[in-house]
């Protein structure tokens, strides 16, 4: 598949290099396309290169010796996928599936590199996405292994929401860029997929997310007075997980 230059116009790093400079990594940049929950990266594997989403959402998973799934992370485009070569691995850490259909783009190691030396800002754009990255994992990691389990529903839905988000409106619904089912939604967060639906129809109740036939389709951009009652009414519902 045929990546056009214009198309890395609007994709952070690449905004900030020159018209030629982006052509020139279109035109050596090998383009790979996946189908919902279709897997991108294997933990352990290999890498030479950096792979960055260019549509769609992924989510980044470790998994346990009983084969239980963590997710660390859900991104979106402009993220870098995998990283490892950045930090002088020559191995993935971590597992990472399609959310949706997405396309990404495998970029050498070397060459990423080399762009980061001749232009500071590419450099700096990166630097931005690598700490934007780790502040969402560490988010991630904590709301999913320690939080109330419907704490952690509604912060997975917002990294699901279409993006960009609203500002300036708190409160208001987001449309979901993919609609998951609630034993999707049960794998993401790490629980029963009962209790996902049991927290999921009290939430809906509550006017914190909209259901369409099993469908989570909408939630809440922020935290407002109705999540606060809802937890201080709920935190001991789901302990059963």
């Known amino acids: 598949m045929v990546l056009r230059a214009w198309e890395l116009r609007d994709i952070a790093p690449f905004t900030s290099l020159p018209r030629n400079q ?3 990594v279109a035109a050596s940049a ?4 996946y189908r919902h ?3 991108v990266l294997h933990a352990g594997d290999g890498c030479t290169d950096v792979t960055i989403l260019l549509d769609g959402l992924v989510r980044l998973f470790r998994t346990n010796l009983d084969g239980a799934e963590t997710t ?3 991104i979106s485009p402009g993220s870098i996928v995998a990283m490892a070569m950045l930090r002088g691995s020559a191995l ?3 597992h990472a599936d399609a959310i949706g259909r997405i396309r990404t783009i495998d970029i050498p190691a070397d060459t990423f590199l080399d762009l980061m030396r001749r232009y500071p800002r590419f450099a700096e754009a990166v630097a931005r996405g690598l700490i934007t990255r780790t502040d969402d994992t560490f988010m991630d990691i904590t709301t999913g292994a320690h939080g109330e389990l419907w704490s952690r529903i509604l912060h997975t839905l917002r990294k699901l929401a279409r993006p960009p988000h609203p500002t300036g409106d708190d409160g208001a619904m987001l449309r979901l860029a993919y609609r998951p ?6 794998r993401l967060v790490g629980a029963h997929r009962s209790s996902v639906t049991r927290a999921l129809r009290l939430l809906d109740e509550r006017g914190l997310v909209q259901l369409e036939h099993g469908h989570v389709t909408g939630v ?8 606060s009652a809802f937890g201080d ?3 001991q519902a789901f302990s059963g997980e």
């Open 92 to 94: 993935h850490d971590a």
């Open 22 to 24: 982006r052509a020139a």
């Open 30 to 33: 090998q383009v790979r396309t």
């Open 233 to 235: 009414g709920h935190s």
């Open 220 to 227: 809440r951009s922020e935290p407002c007075g109705a999540e």
């Open 37 to 39: 929950e279709e897997r």
């Open 181 to 186: 089912s609630h034993t999707e939604i049960a």
């Open 72 to 74: 660390t992370a859900i």
